[in-house]
């Protein structure tokens, strides 16, 4: 978590090489190519992330829906240092960006989460709220209920915590301090009106044209924080919103860099409610790539082999 909030002050500081996005779609999936630089130990680093997203392959191939690389580079004479897994590093990466965010613009005293998907984020993204909040009980959706269930007694048996099955997402919506959704929607899990005052959501599924989660109304009362304006204005949550003309670019309240170098203030009250617009942004994966990479290379770990030239 420490490396991916210290990536997003120095983006707020100036001191990255600016983050860059493409994205490629696919008949049953696409491809996304997230690249951005930063300096850290007194050495530039580089990383360029390609990921293939392709939703159907756990029940069609029985392969992951995420997968990938991530090459990382040294800036400073563009000698090529590593190339690593990118799924590891992606869920762990977009989960520590929700716990940043979830320090800043949740209430301290948030006892009652829910999680949307119960897929390899939503583990991750619960175990990182569960590092920020004090849980007590935590409800867990899917759209496969038997899913839900077994992701409900797998994570109770790691935390201390109670985690529940939820057959209604609304309700337990309605119960929560803090909603975190994580899945491949292209539609409203939830109404606006199920969100109580107070509430922090953090919307991580939405990173590409199409997708939502959130009902564009609930954006145009919050708070609202993105990791990267103009990323999130392409294929984040708040894409829908402002096609509908409920929020313009003008009514987002801060990027996530800005909140965490207290430029802008997270939560200032305790009924505001908040919206974490996450779409994963570059400086991310290099921070994390750079953590792993430094790690190993102390340790000894991983294969080496010559690059040309």
């Known amino acids: 978590m420490t490396a991916v909030e210290d990536a997003f002050r120095m983006h707020a500081r100036g001191e990255t090489l600016a983050p860059a996005i493409l994205g490629v779609p696919a008949d049953r999936g696409g491809f996304h190519v997230k690249a951005a630089g930063l300096k850290l130990h007194g050495r530039g680093y580089f990383a360029a992330k390609t990921n293939a997203n392709f939703p159907g392959n756990p029940a069609r191939s029985g392969r992951p829906t995420i997968q990938g690389v991530v090459l990382l580079f040294d800036a400073d004479d563009g000698a090529p240092l590593a190339v690593l897994d990118s799924i590891e590093i992606t869920l762990l990466r977009t989960a520590a960006a929700t716990a940043a965010a979830a320090k800043r613009l949740a209430r301290p005293d948030s006892r009652v989460a829910t999680v949307c998907g119960c897929g390899e984020q939503g583990r991750v993204q619960l175990d990182a709220i569960a590092l920020a909040l004090p849980l007590e009980r935590v409800?867990?959706?899917?759209?496969?209920?038997?899913?839900a269930r077994s992701f409900a007694a797998e994570s109770g048996r790691r935390h201390s915590f109670a985690v529940e099955a939820a057959d209604d997402l609304p309700s337990?919506?309605?119960?929560?301090?803090?909603?975190?959704?994580?899945?491949?929607?292209?539609?409203?899990?939830?109404?606006?009106?199920?969100?109580?005052?107070g509430t922090f959501l953090a919307a991580v599924g939405a990173d590409s044209h199409g997708k939502q989660e959130l009902d564009p109304r609930?954006?145009?009362?919050?708070?609202?924080?993105?990791?990267?304006?103009d990323q999130c204005a392409e294929i984040g949550e708040i894409q829908h919103a402002l096609a509908a003309s409920l929020v313009?670019?003008?009514?987002?309240?801060?990027?996530?860099?800005?909140?965490?170098?207290d430029r802008k203030p997270g939560r200032t009250s305790a009924d505001e409610i908040t919206v974490f617009d996450s779409t994963g942004t570059a400086l991310e994966d290099v921070a994390a790539a750079i953590a792993v990479y430094e790690k190993a290379v102390a340790a000894g770990r991983g294969t080496r082999f010559a690059f040309s030239g």
């Open 218 to 229: 609930l954006l145009a009362r919050a708070k609202v924080v993105v990791d990267s304006l």
């Open 139 to 147: 409800h867990v959706f899917d759209a496969d209920p038997g899913r």
């Open 172 to 197: 337990a919506v309605r119960e929560s301090d803090v909603v975190v959704t994580c899945t491949p929607a292209r539609g409203a899990l939830f109404a606006a009106d199920d969100v109580r005052p």
């Open 248 to 261: 313009s670019r003008e009514d987002v309240h801060a990027e996530l860099a800005d909140v965490l170098d």
